[in-house]
């Protein structure tokens, strides 16, 4: 195996990853809470992805900034018609009411979508690669899937740690109670934080279709991938959680390189052993 | 004035009912190989094995406050340990039962090690992620048969009566097992430390309560629990697969039984574990529209009654078939 | 002249435990009122009842002839209604500067800004970065007051300000109330431990025993002795 060229198919599959979990990340930052559904919505924004492609014939980057737009309104209606119900200190039930949206999603697309595999054509951007020199090359598609990762981080960063919506976004995951008495709307406030996460989502639903063959059962591993990105990046900052990805990505990479079958199994012993070596994530603020 | 002091009072009229009534059912079920056909008895058997690891979801979660979506881990060690020990090591099934739930523990240590060092969903999560971890290892293992999975070929060597008849006693014995034991855990002095920690972690530690390593010791016991029911479970069955042992379908059903039934009770995951085979018989054939509305009776219920079925009748009526409180009643 | 704050019969209870039992109490235009008490007398339950933090009956608070009971927190701070909780709670994660931005969330107009926060506590403009837990206690309970300054209220509540505080800070901090009272027309309620203190920074004071109200007066007339006495509920 030609050790640069998995490392850097890695990488790009990273970004994917990195896309992956800063949706989750955004909620859990908020809301301290884990959205079990995030891998299901991802898979659904994929399938509406590939209707809108299919009945419009629009390139499937002209669709994601549609599916961001419907994809942010369903997210604030998800968060204020259902998930504000399930906000307390009891960590129960936002599980298992993301659980139960998981199971919902997965047999509804089930039943209209069949079991039939699916992905998303690009055309001629899906082979066309850019040369690096000495027999490597990386694809244009998966290298525009990381740039956008970097894109959003930016824009995520930029969104919590330089505007009032971020501030308060900060100051209700410290403080929910105090946040409500200098006058933030807490309910409004996660209808916001979920419609930006569901916006990534969107993105992250378009190039995963493009990138793998999906059907509707892949949701939760594609929520586990977000979550181990999240923790092995560490809490406390976008960056942290595109580095997370990209780790991700590049395990998964050299494992699948070593053995088709250990791919998602590295990935998985890669996240258990920064959990034994460093819990707080790799890429943590250190306070 | 010498006041009589107050009296503990540990049992109530219910649970008196609940004690005679168990009594007579588990009679019943002992004699059950000799009246029961034996679709029946391997209906019963599956419905022990669900209820066991129900009873165990509902001590991890209900009462030990460690939300694990990843018990399935423990049903796969446990049946798999099963399918080792007696078509590899030759040892007699049926003994080879309790041995798994000890396998299933044995792996919990080191797993704990791991998954404590998170909390809250983050935790959950990270269960998870083991249980996924031990069916792809699992899946690449081929002496124990892959992907594709392996038959108990060791049972061969019993006729189908003996083998159905011994089964079903070992189902009920894993009901005696699992949910007597956490009747007689919650009642003893370590009930009352769990009770303290589901109210709060914080304060039972203040109160002198060792929280971590109770916690470690519930996650332990929940994993023998499981480990035992998910060998029987795979006995029943007669084959096992990585998907059907540690697949992700196990999770929904633990939600069902115990938050529908009433988590934090011990009636809660019978009345949920019924429920489940009743509307399994009546509504099974309907696929994914029933996992649907499986789905949408959980976040329902979960939303507006959390206490489930049996917690809000027994609010509603005062019921208490296995009292775990203890009263101080004032001496007359 | 009609209050600017009523309470009628106002209760409170966590879960089974009732912490106030039917509180009547007024507060007026740009007046200062101290809440006198031991602990668990009510005085914070009082005060975040007030804010909205917990919800009470819709009449049994009355804000500018308005019944405000029912309200959550957020509209309730919209009507300018301002709280320095107890033990402070300031934001960890944002800075100095962020954290007294979060007092002025609402956006209300009054003379409160940045500029006029760092000139009533100097020592919080060269800290304007600094993560607001980093800071000394005296200087974060300035933060936590500059905060609900911020919010440019109509109703102060301050919660036991001067607990860790210096004297010579303390001092420092209600002389400062003061200016804000008499100079802006804003009304303040004010828990403090200390009777003397408590007695010569307000207009009037209620003092709390066991849920009720057990003394009230203004602040001249009550005697130390019977403040005493109410304070320990004889």
Known sequence: MNWLDTVIQGTLLGGLYALFAMGLAVIYGVMKQINIAHGDFIVLAAYLALGIVAATGLHPFLVIPLAIVVFGFFGYAVQRTILNRTIGGDILPPLVVTYGLSIVIENALQQTQSADPRSIKLGALETASVPLGGGLAVGVFPLVMLVTAIVVAIVLEIVFNRTRLGMAFRAVSDDREIASIMGVRDKRLFGYATAISFAVIAIAGVFMGIKFTFTPSLGPNFLLYAFEAVVIGGMGSFWGTLAGGIVLGIAQAIGFALNPGWGILAGHLVFLAVLLVRPTGIFARTA | MTAASPRVERYSTGGRVGLVLAAALVLALLSGPFWLPSDAMRLVVQFACLLAMSQMWNLLVGYGGLVSIGQQAYIGIGGYALFVLANQLGLNPFVSVPIAGVVAALFALPTSRVVFRLSGGYFAVATWVVAEVYRLLVANISALGSGAGVSLTAMLAYDKGTRESITFWLAVVLLIVTTGGVYWLLRSPLGLALTAMRDSDIAAESQGVAVGRIKLLVYVLAAFGTGCAGALYFMNALRISPDAAFGMDWIPLLFFTVIIGGIGTIEGPIVGTLLYFTLRQVFGDYGAWYLIALGVVAIVVMIRFPRGIYGELAVRFGWRFFPIQRILREPK | ?234
Request: glycine residues 10%; aromatic residues 6%.
């Open chain 3, 1 to 234: 002249m009609s209050a600017l704050l009523e309470t009628r019969g106002l209760v409170a209870h966590y879960g089974d435990f009732q912490a106030l039992f039917g509180i009547d109490a007024d507060v007026h235009e740009g007046e200062r009122v101290a809440l006198i008490g031991s602990n668990g007398a009510g005085k914070s339950t009082f005060l975040t009842s007030i804010a909205g933090m917990r919800r009470s009956a819709k009449e049994s608070i009355v804000f500018d002839g308005a019944p405000i009971g029912a309200l959550d927190a957020a509209d309730v701070a919209a009507l300018g209604i301002a709280l320095v909780p107890e033990g402070r709670r300031l934001f960890p994660s944002l800075s100095v500067e962020e954290n007294l931005a979060m007092g002025a969330f609402n956006r209300r107009k009054g003379p409160w800004n940045l500029e006029n926060v760092y000139s009533l506590f100097p020592a919080l403009r060269e800290k304007r970065r600094a993560p607001a837990t980093s800071l000394s206690g005296g200087q974060q309970q300035m933060v936590a007051i500059g905060r609900a300054l911020m919010a440019n209220p109509r109703l102060l509540m301050c919660d036991e300000i001067s607990l860790g505080l210096s004297p010579a800070v303390v001092k420092e901090v209600y002389a400062a109330l003061g200016v804000v009272c008499s100079e802006h027309g804003v009304s303040a309620i004010v828990v403090e431990q200390d009777i003397e203190l408590a007695r010569t920074m307000s207009d009037r004071a209620y003092c709390f025993t066991h849920g009720f109200v057990s003394l009230s007066g203004t602040s001249t007339d009550l005697t130390r002795e019977a403040i005493s006495a109410a304070y320990f509920g004889v």
